[in-house]
């Protein structure tokens, strides 16, 4: 017998042989080690078969597929992401104490004449300077399919020109506020600042300190 036995049905009184316990029992148990290193000092040559597994403290429980050790899934070793795309979404009961606080900053552009919002510009903070009145304008989603849930955020800074906020084509576009033209709010005064949020389709909310 070379290989682990899977599962024996023993009857009463029945004499267990060398290579019972050492295939239906000892090789298909978790095995403990202190480390890898002492895993692979006892565990080697032929002693070493598929579907060995053990446990460490370092790695966690591992199994050997023949070739090499290799982490149960949902077991990995804790280690660094980079560039990696999670495939549902991290809550916190998963996570471990971060070295620093998660964080998410914002893109920022000057603007200093009409601008009609890109693709990038989705999580950024547009400013205005003006001395003119001066139009941000949000594209159909035909033109830019922004996702819906997309914010861009807007501040006039400086500049006589009072910013406005409005679609490039309000026939489609719809633009959602509280401004006394709900459909083209203006930023309120110098240092005013909103955020249009993709609520649907061509539909946008635009919350903050609007006239």
Partial sequence: MTANAGYHAYATGDVLTAAQVQYNLQNQTVMYFATTTARDAALTGSILVDGMVAYTPATG??????????????AAA?????????????VNSSLTTFGTAPQINLGYAAKTAAYTTVLGDNGYLLSMNNAATQAFSIPTNASVAYPVGAQISFVWITGAGQPTISAVTSGTTTILSTGATSTAPKLRVVNSAATAVKIA???????????
Avoid at 61 to 74: D, L, Q
Avoid at 83 to 90: E, W
Avoid at 201 to 211: F, K, Q, V, Y
């Fill in 78 to 90: 804790a280690g660094t992401l980079t560039g990696t795309t999670l495939a549902s979404n991290v």
């Fill in 61 to 74: 429980v591992m199994y050997y597929n023949g070739t090499a050790w290799t982490a149960i899934a949902g």
């Fill in 201 to 211: 389709t061509d539909t946008w909310l635009i919350t903050g300190d609007i006239a």
